[in-house]
C-alpha cells in the first residue's frame, strides 16, 4: 500500500476530525487551517469567522497569543461591520487589504479588535489599523464566513508569495465551511489540500508514527536539495547533522507525547545535511495529529534561516576576533585567560603568558604603506600560530601586541621552550610586495600560580617582562620576576605617551555620585582621571599615576583635570554641581594655582563653594607654608577635603594644623568590614562623632552594599559614594 493521498491524512490530522457520527468536526478543521496560518506564514493571528444567521457571524476559531483568543473566540459580530470593511477594503487577488491611509470609513465602525502595535513612518510597515483579510464563499457565491490575518512577525505587509499561499488557506477554509456535512474524504477537498500542501513555499513533511517521511512538498525538497521523492520512506535524522540529532529527535518525542499542545512547544533551530557535504539551517515547527484509527503522525515545517544564522555568525566574530588576522581580540583573548586559570588551578597546573610585540611596525607602515603593514602583520601572526600547540591561545591585543595563553603546564621550563621557538619562527626572512623583511618579536613571559590568579594582573607582569626584553635586546624574551612589579620599563613607555596623550586629548573624566544617605540624592561628584591609551585602552589611575607624578606634565594635567571638571560640572542641574577634584601636595603648593583656580571658575560659570581639592599626600605637613597656602585656597571659597582618611599618621594632623579644612573622607578600609568588625564599626562611628563636633563634613568612601549603607546611616553618617550607587562613568552620561 502506498502513502495516503493528502485528503487521506488531512481528514485524519486533527484529533476527532472525524466524530463517531461520521460528521467532520468543523471546529477542528478551522482551527487547523487557523494554527496552520500562524505557523507557516508568519502571522502572530489568524482569525475564522462563520456566518451563523442573517446579521451576524460567530469566531470560529483564533490562532495566537492566549490573551487574543480569549477576546475572540466565539464573539459574534455584526454582518454590517463586515460589509463595511469589504466596501472600503481594495482587492488583492482573492484577499481584501484595507489601508489604512486611503481609507475613509471610521475605525470604530468596522474593527472589534485593533492589535497594539507601534507605529511606523515606514510606507511597507503594517499597520495596527491596517486588515488582510478573505471572503470565504460557496461555489455558488454565497458568503459563508471571513478569514482574517494581522500582526505578521517581521512587522511588514505580505508579499505576493505570503498572499498566494494565505489564498490556498482561504480555499481550503471556504471548502470547509461548504462540506461540514460532507465526508471528510470528499474529492474537491482532497484537491485543495494538495494544493496547499504541494504549492506551500513553506517546507512541509508528513511522518508517520516511526518517524519516517509519507509525503514531502517540493518546497522542503528544495530546502534539502533532493527530490521529494527521495526522501520518503527516510528518517530525518539521515538529513540532520549529527550534532543536532539528538535535539531534533528530542521535539518530535515531545510533539508526540503532547499532541494537544503545539502552540506551546518551542520550535528547533537545526542544521539539515545536503548531499554535497555543506549544510542548511532550519527553524523546524512540529505538530502532532491523531487519526481516525488513533495513529498519531506528525507535520513538520521548516523554515530557511540559513542567511540569518550566517550573519549571525559574522556579528559574532565581528565581537570577538580581529578583523585583520582573524584571532581573537583584547576581550575574547582574556576571557579564554580567565578560564584557562581557573582550569589550570583547578588541576594544580600554571598557565603561561606571552605577552607579544612586533618590533618597528610603525617603520613598516610609514615606509611601506599600511597595506604592506597589515601584511606583515598577517604574517606574523600565522607565525605565531604555527609556533605553539593547538590546545594554546593566540589572541591579538592590539596593533603591534599579541598575546598567547599557553595552558596545563608544570614547570616554566616547558613554557620557555615555546617562547623561543615563536621568536626564532618570526625572525624567518618574509617577503611582501617585491620587499624583503625580517621581523623581530620581543617578547615577555609571566606565569600563574603563587596566590596570582588575576588575568589583568598576569598579563600586565607580561608586558612588563616583554618591555625589559624589548629595552635589553629587541628581538628577544624575558620572564617576569617581582623586582618588575612597579619597575622601568611599563612605566617608562607610558612616560614617554604622556606629551602625546595631552595633545592628544587622550585624558578623560569619569565621575562618581557622592549622595544623600538617608534619600540616596546626588549632592556632587568625584572626578576621576582616565587615560584612553591607545593601545591599551582605557586606563585606571593605578595604572600611570605614579608616571604622571614622577614627570613633568603633572602640572599641566592637574590644569586639565581642574578645567575639565568645573566645565562639566557647570552644565548638571542646581544641588548636584559640586565636584571633587584630586591634588597632589605638590600641585596644592605651586604658586599659580590660586590663579588656575580663579580662571577655570570664570571660565566655567562655577561657584568658588562648588569645587572641593581633596589632599592625597601628606607632604604638606613638612612644609612650613603648608597652613597660608591652603588658607590662600580657601579664602577663594573652594572647599578643602582629606581623601583616604585614616590610613595614615596625617589624618588627625591634618585637621589640627589646618583648620580650613570643611570635609574627611574616610577611607574604603574602615567600611569593607562594616556589619562584621565591632571595631570597624567603633572607628567609623569615633570618626562620624569627630566630625559632627568640629563642624566637618563626613564623606564615606567604598560603599558597596545595602547592609553597610543601613549601618552608616544608623550611625549617623550623612553622605557617602561606592559602587552600591554607581561606579564613576563618563560626563554624558550624568545626565541620562
Not at 517540493?218 to 533532493?226: K, S
Not at 540532520?240 to 502552540?263: C, I, K, L, Q, V
Request: proline content about 5%; glycine content about 6%; some cysteine.
Amino acid at each position: 500500500m502506498g502513502p495516503p493521498g493528502l485528503l487521506d491524512i488531512a481528514e485524519l490530522l486533527p484529533a476527532s476530525v472525524k466524530a463517531d457520527t461520521g460528521e467532520l468536526d468543523l471546529a477542528g478543521m478551522l482551527q487547523l487551517v487557523a494554527d496552520t496560518i500562524v505557523e507557516s506564514l508568519g502571522f502572530e493571528v489568524a482569525v475564522v469567522n462563520i456566518v451563523v444567521d442573517d446579521v451576524a457571524m460567530l469566531v470560529a476559531a483564533v490562532s495566537g497569543p492566549q490573551e487574543v483568543r480569549t477576546a475572540l473566540l466565539n464573539r459574534r459580530q455584526g454582518l454590517d461591520g463586515w460589509h463595511k470593511l469589504v466596501q472600503a477594503s481594495e482587492p488583492w487577488g482573492a484577499l481584501r487589504f484595507l489601508d489604512h491611509r486611503t481609507s475613509q470609513a471610521d475605525p470604530e465602525d468596522i474593527f472589534t479588535w485593533v492589535p497594539d502595535l507601534p507605529v511606523s513612518d515606514d510606507p511597507d510597515a503594517w499597520h495596527p489599523e491596517d486588515s488582510l483579510f478573505a471572503p470565504l464563499t460557496s461555489s455558488d457565491g454565497k458568503l459563508l464566513g471571513m478569514l482574517s490575518v494581522d500582526m505578521p512577525r517581521d512587522g511588514r505587509r505580505p508579499g505576493p508569495a505570503t498572499r498566494r499561499a494565505l489564498e490556498a488557506f482561504t480555499v481550503t477554509a471556504a471548502l470547509a465551511l461548504e462540506h461540514a456535512s460532507l465526508a471528510a474524504r470528499s474529492l474537491e477537498l482532497q484537491r485543495q489540500f494538495e494544493a496547499v500542501f504541494d504549492t506551500s513555499p513553506i517546507s512541509i513533511a508528513l511522518l508517520d508514527e516511526q518517524s519516517r517521511f509519507v509525503r514531502v512538498n517540493e518546497a522542503f525538497g528544495a530546502l534539502l536539495r533532493r527530490c521529494p521523492e527521495d526522501l520518503l520512506g527516510h528518517h530525518p535524522t539521515e538529513f540532520t547533522h549529527p550534532e543536532d540529532r539528538d535535539a531534533a529527535s528530542g521535539a518530535m518525542a515531545t510533539t508526540r507525547a503532547y499532541p494537544d499542545r503545539r502552540s506551546e512547544l518551542p520550535p528547533v533551530e537545526k542544521r539539515y545535511q545536503l548531499p554535497d557535504g555543506s549544510s542548511v539551517w532550519g527553524r523546524l515547527h512540529l505538530a502532532a495529529l491523531t487519526t481516525a484509527s488513533k495513529q498519531t503522525l506528525v507535520i513538520a515545517q521548516v523554515e530557511d534561516i540559513t542567511e540569518s544564522k550566517r550573519a549571525e555568525a559574522q556579528l559574532v566574530k565581528q565581537a570577538h576576533y580581529d578583523s585583520l588576522t582573524g584571532l581573537p581580540n583584547r576581550s575574547e583573548s582574556m576571557r579564554r585567560l580567565r578560564e584557562a586559570i581557573l582550569a589550570d588551578s583547578a588541576d594544580a597546573l600554571m598557565t603561561a603568558v606571552f605577552f607579544c610585540d612586533v618590533d618597528r611596525l610603525k617603520l613598516v607602515n610609514d615606509t611601506h604603506g599600511h597595506a604592506v603593514g597589515d601584511a606583515f602583520i598577517r604574517a606574523v601572526s600565522q607565525r605565531i600560530r604555527a609556533s605553539v600547540r593547538e590546545q594554546d591561545i593566540v589572541g591579538r591585543l592590539s596593533g603591534d601586541e599579541f598575546v598567547v595563553v599557553v595552558q596545563g603546564i608544570e614547570t616554566p621550563t616547558e613554557a620557555i621552550g615555546l617562547a623561543g621557538r615563536i621568536v626564532d619562527r618570526v625572525r624567518e626572512p618574509l617577503s611582501l610586495a617585491g620587499q624583503r623583511f625580517t621581523p623581530s618579536l620581543s617578547l615577555g613571559i609571566a606565569y600563574s600560580g603563587g596566590g596570582m590568579a588575576s588575568a589583568d594582573e598576569l598579563l600586565a607582569h607580561a608586558d612588563s617582562a616583554m618591555y625589559r626584553a624589548k629595552v635589553e635586546e629587541r628581538g628577544a624574551w624575558h620572564v617576569f620576576d617581582p623586582s618588575m612589579r612597579n619597575s622601568a620599563p611599563s612605566q617608562l613607555a607610558l612616560r614617554n605617551d604622556l606629551a602625546e596623550a595631552l595633545a592628544q586629548e587622550q585624558f578623560v573624566l569619569h565621575y562618581q555620585p557622592v549622595v544623600r544617605l538617608a534619600t540616596r540624592e546626588v549632592i556632587g561628584h568625584e572626578a576621576v582621571l582616565r587615560w584612553q591609551h591607545p593601545r591599551r585602552g582605557l586606563l585606571a589611575p593605578s595604572e600611570f599615576l605614579n608616571v604622571v607624578l614622577d614627570s613633568e606634565y603633572e602640572g599641566a594635567i592637574t590644569d586639565w583635570v581642574i578645567r575639565q571638571a568645573c566645565n562639566d560640572a557647570s552644565r548638571l542641574p542646581p544641588g548636584c554641581r559640586k565636584v571633587s577634584v584630586n591634588v597632589s601636595s605638590v600641585q596644592i603648593g605651586r604658586r599659580d594655582l590660586r590663579y588656575v583656580l580663579s580662571r577655570c571658575l570664570a571660565e566655567s560659570r562655577l561657584s568658588p563653594r562648588e569645587l572641593v581639592l581633596e589632599l592625597t599626600e601628606d607632604r604638606l605637613l613638612s612644609r612650613p607654608d603648608g597652613a597660608e597656602i591652603l588658607s590662600a585656597l580657601h579664602d577663594l571659597g573652594v572647599s578643602l577635603a582629606i581623601d583616604d582618611f585614616g590610613t595614615g599618621y596625617a589624618g588627625l594632623n591634618y585637621l589640627q594644623r589646618f583648620p580650613m579644612i570643611n570635609t574627611v573622607k574616610l577611607d574604603r578600609s574602615f567600611i569593607d568590614n562594616l556589619g562584621h568588625d565591632p571595631l570597624s564599626e567603633n572607628i567609623v562611628r569615633a570618626v562620624a562623632g569627630l566630625a559632627l563636633s568640629s563642624g566637618l563634613t563626613l564623606v564615606t568612601e567604598g560603599v558597596e552594599t545595602e547592609e553597610q549603607a543601613e549601618r552608616l546611616t544608623a550611625i549617623g553618617v550623612e553622605f557617602a559614594q561606592g559602587y552600591l550607587f554607581a561606579r564613576p562613568r563618563p560626563a554624558d552620561q550624568l545626565l541620562t
